[in-house]
Nanobody, 123 residues
């Protein structure tokens, strides 16, 4: 079982930056894809970004491309989301997610979810 605990977030001024962290349990962290979803008020959850188990493949939603950066530190069992040039549309609850590496899974479902952390961008 993979357990994910987010930290960071809070209130950020528009145009500012912040970094979210997600600490994952266990020695198997390095064999998991990691990512971030977010859910804005009144909207469905959407994928923000993801990074493959190897770190070699990254995905960014168009809305955050060029502003957000996902990275991982396998030695610390931690994935990060650096968020720059924040605007009010980035407000929402951000969820850390995980799934087994592609060669270890039978589908693409993000099966592990953190509890979420609130990011509020003040305009």
């Amino acid at each position: 079982q993979v357990q994910l605990v987010e930290s960071g977030g809070g209130l950020v001024q528009a145009g500012g930056s912040t970094r979210l962290s997600c600490a994952a349990s266990g020695r198997t962290f390095s064999m998991y894809d990691m990512g971030w979803f977010r859910q804005a008020p009144g909207k469905e959850r959407e994928v923000v970004t993801s990074i493959s188990w190897s770190g070699g493949t990254k995905y960014y939603a168009d809305s955050v491309k060029g502003r957000f950066t996902i990275s991982r530190d396998n030695a610390k069992n931690t994935v990060y989301l650096q968020m720059n040039s924040l605007n009010s549309e980035d407000t929402g609850v951000y969820y850390c997610v995980a799934r087994p590496a592609v060669h270890l899974r039978s589908n693409s479902t993000w099966i592990h979810w953190g509890q979420g952390t609130q990011v509020t961008v003040s305009s």
